[in-house]
């Protein structure tokens, strides 16, 4: 069975300091591994996608994610964080053999203090 | 959102009725998803369908029902077997790529009363 993980509840940073909400996976063979933002009382939004390449993935909004397979890990990063990036974050993994369904994190709070 | 459109934006379901959530997809995508989302437990999956006139159960699908008769439109009945239905259930739809992302509609906040 495959699973995700997203270790905090919430994550903290300061306007202007650089962000991280962590996750790690487990499925058989290679993922494809996503990640989505939610802001209030809505749907999913999509940020950025591993499939095959290189490890960095960049996304909308200035977002990026480390692929690390040795430590099926699969970070969200962004620099310098805005005030507007405090929302939900959701990180997804999906296998690729049959249906290729998709798991989903439980999700992290990012809130940015200005 | 996308061209993934959901109604109502809210619903309000009486002990024992049925009640029907809408999702439509203008974006040609034969894969279409229902998710339930609950606070702190993420995204559980309801049903998915891959294509017209087929679904298949996902994780927690008791006391919900869904169609695809239509491309377009992939309804859920959420049904009075369903003894706690308060969520926010969101649809969405994915390309046939085998590379392809999910992409979500605004969600139905649905409330008992």
């Known amino acids: 069975a495959q699973s995700v993980a997203q270790p905090e509840d919430q994550v903290n940073v300061a306007e202007g300091n650089p962000l991280t909400v962590k996750c790690t996976y487990s499925?058989?063979?290679?993922?494809?591994l996503f990640w989505y933002v939610q802001y209030p009382n809505r749907g999913l939004q999509f940020l950025l996608k591993?499939?095959?390449?290189?490890?960095l993935v960049k996304g909308s909004y200035g977002f990026e994610a480390e692929f690390n397979k040795s430590q099926t890990s699969f970070h969200l990063k962004k620099p310098s964080a805005l005030v507007s990036d405090s929302a939900l974050y959701f990180c997804?993994?999906?296998?690729?053999?049959?249906?290729?369904?998709?798991?989903f994190g439980i999700g992290t709070k990012l809130q940015v203090i200005p | 959102d996308g061209g993934i459109t959901q109604s109502p934006k809210y619903l309000f379901r009486k002990e024992g009725q049925n009640v029907t959530l809408s999702c439509e997809q203008n974006?040609?995508?034969?894969?279409m998803y229902w998710y339930r989302q609950d606070p702190g437990q993420g995204l559980r999956l309801i049903y998915y369908?891959?294509?017209?006139?087929?679904?298949q159960k996902g994780d927690i699908a008791e006391g919900y029902s869904v169609s695809r008769e239509k491309k377009e439109s992939f309804p859920l009945t959420v049904t009075s077997a369903q003894k706690n239905p308060t969520a926010f259930y969101l649809c969405?739809?994915?390309?046939?790529?085998?590379?392809?992302?999910?992409?979500f509609g605004p969600g139905t906040r649905l409330l008992v009363l």
């Open positions: 969405a739809s994915r390309g046939d790529s085998p590379l392809g992302t999910q992409y």
């Open positions: 499925v058989s063979g290679n993922p494809y």
């Open positions: 591993y499939i095959t390449g290189d490890n």
């Open positions: 997804a993994v999906r296998d690729r053999l049959g249906y290729q369904k998709v798991t």
């Open positions: 974006l040609n995508h034969d894969a």
């Open positions: 369908s891959q294509i017209v006139n087929d679904f």
